[in-house]
């Protein structure tokens, strides 16, 4: 079984709908993160959680929310869905560490398109 | 200016060649520096960590050059199967939490 799971993986929405992607992971680790990916640019950053109870902005929050409902489980929220919200979305977790030299793991994305 | 700059490619190579690829960071502050792989369609995978002194693992070699602030990536005997897309990523926090600043990422494809 898969150590990070997302759900959907596929799903295709109209402008306006409110859409929730989810997110589970069975390796432990504290830290979780959500990003997209859009064609020719590399992942960004959309919220980061340290633990249940630490939730941060990333760098492209807008228009974008989170709950971390428990150490395992990470949903990012689309309040009300716009076209250029379509892209890939990762989700991935960290182990706890000091170090700077620390290896996240991704699920398999979740491709969200909004008409 | 963007963060992670890498050549977009792809680079077409046949089996066995070797292929070197380049990336260069804006934020001299940057504290330590990966190769992911990600495959077509699918999520991005540690490849190696990036140190100082380079650093070796099998067919994959990686070097990092911090007064240039550039990184590259040397994979000798390609074979089909390092057909992907290799991304160059820079962590700028230090401890423990990762603020991963991804390039766009460079695709090769290994052709027999």
């Known amino acids: 079984d898969a150590d990070v799971t997302q759900t959907p993986r596929n799903r295709i929405t109209k402008t306006g709908k409110r859409i929730m992607l989810e997110c589970s992971q069975t390796?432990?680790?504290?830290?979780m993160y959500w990003y997209r990916q859009d064609p020719g640019l590399g992942l960004r950053l959309i919220y980061y959680?340290?633990?249940?109870?630490?939730?941060n902005k990333g760098e492209i929050s807008d228009g974008y929310s989170v709950s971390r409902q428990a150490q395992a489980k990470f949903s990012l929220s689309l309040e009300s869905a716009i076209p250029n919200q379509t892209a890939l979305y990762f989700c991935?977790?960290?182990?706890?560490?000091?170090?700077?030299?620390?290896?996240?793991?991704f699920g398999p994305g979740t491709r969200l398109t909004v008409l | 200016r963007k963060e992670v700059e890498q050549d977009p490619g792809p680079f077409n190579v046949p089996e066995g060649a070797t292929v070197a690829f380049n990336c260069t960071y804006s934020?001299?502050?940057?504290?330590?520096f990966f190769w992911y792989r990600q495959d077509c369609r699918k999520e991005p995978k540690l490849l190696m960590s990036?140190?100082?002194s380079g650093n070796e693992d099998g067919r994959f070699t990686a070097q990092l050059n911090r007064a240039s602030q550039y990184i590259s990536l040397l994979i000798r005997d390609s074979k089909l199967s390092d057909s992907a897309t290799y991304l160059c990523?820079?962590?700028?926090?230090?401890?423990?939490?990762?603020?991963?600043?991804f390039g766009a990422g460079t695709r090769l494809a290994v052709h027999p």
């Open positions: 991935a977790t960290s182990d706890r560490t000091d170090s700077s030299y620390n290896e996240q793991f």
């Open positions: 990036v140190y100082s």
């Open positions: 934020n001299s502050a940057s504290q330590s």
């Open positions: 959680s340290f633990d249940v109870k630490d939730i």
């Open positions: 990523v820079v962590n700028l926090s230090g401890g423990g939490y990762n603020k991963l600043i």
């Open positions: 390796k432990g680790h504290d830290r």
